[in-house]
């Protein structure tokens, strides 16, 4: 999915899941826009989705039931290297080992002995250096800035796809953001070459960064947060309209309705954002 988006020119998003809304929401946005997609999943969430097998169980239930042909990944966000184990024995297509905590030294180590059973299981492993600043699912990281020559350390002991930390942060954006450093990204795909990078924080970075990123090799780009403000801000509208004291409209097939339709229409902004459309 992300050797064809590098050599295209465009990236694939990743929409991190929180339940079967989400989870629908994202799976038939992506099949109507015929765009390939990857479902990302942090541990918070797949705690809160009571475990790894109840996601696997309800995201290969929908692609069936949903007939869902467009390619899809089911990810593991920030994983850890406990949590990345238990994934793959949960049937999960991808994972990301975050070990950008660590110093370089283990987290090449255990970066290399996931590789080895990434290869040997026929998954995806993700990467990462530098950490990506803010919290997400308490992960907390400072946002620096990756060393272009650890990240070619990492990126050749076989991984699929790197994260590098290039300014970028998880969450809304503060108004005094220095923007993506741009240089750092250069000079990481000059030393990387043909390896798919991968940008965290995708929410409110601005459409021209994106483009150019993707220009210095983006081929994945996440998104979470952006998802959860648009749900939330629907939900409040219909709960402030009163709909859901209007009739059934307590019922949560339609007290959730609007924050689905939010999450599909971000979705699809993000989708035509990245080039993905028509790339499954
Ligand atoms: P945002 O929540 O800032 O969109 O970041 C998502 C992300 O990077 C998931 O790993």
Redesign the pocket.
């Given at each position: 999915m992300l050797t064809k988006a590098k050599a295209g020119h465009y990236a694939v998003g990743?929409f991190?899941i929180n339940n079967l809304e989400w989870t629908k929401a994202i799976l038939l946005t992506a099949q109507e826009l015929n765009s390939p997609v990857i479902l990302?999943v942090?541990e918070g969430a797949g705690k809160y989705m009571c475990g790894y097998k109840t996601v696997v169980g309800m995201v290969n239930g929908m692609l069936e039931e949903l007939n869902i042909t467009v390619p899809v990944a089911l990810h593991l966000?920030?994983g850890s290297y406990e949590g990345a184990l238990k994934c793959i024995e949960a049937g999960f297509s991808s994972v990301?080992f975050d070990g950008s905590h660590y110093p370089i030294e283990e987290n090449v180590e255990k970066t290399k002995e996931l590789v080895a059973i990434c290869n040997e299981k026929g998954l995806s492993l993700e990467a990462e250096v530098g950490s990506?600043g803010?919290e997400?699912d308490g992960v907390i990281g400072a946002g620096e800035c990756a060393d272009p020559e650890e990240c070619k350390k990492i990126a050749d002991l076989g991984v699929t796809m790197l994260?590098a930390g290039i300014g970028?942060?998880?969450?809304?954006y503060p108004e005094n953001w220095q923007g993506l450093s741009f240089e750092t990204l250069d000079a990481v795909q000059k030393l990387t070459g043909a390896m798919p990078l991968v940008?965290?924080?995708?929410?409110?970075i601005p459409a021209d960064m994106i483009k150019k990123a993707i220009d210095l090799g983006v081929s994945k780009i996440?998104?979470?947060?952006?998802?959860?403000l648009a749900f939330a801000d629907a939900t409040r509208k219909y709960i402030e309209a009163g709909k859901d004291q209007q009739g059934k409209g307590f019922d949560p097939r339609k007290l959730l309705a609007p924050g689905f339709e939010a999450i599909k229409a971000t979705v699809k902004e993000k989708m035509e954002l990245f080039g993905s459309i028509n790339k499954a």
């Open positions: 990743q991190n990302g942090s966000d920030h990301m990506i803010g997400e994260a970028n942060i998880h969450g809304k940008l965290h924080g995708g929410t409110g996440n998104v979470n947060t952006e998802c959860q």
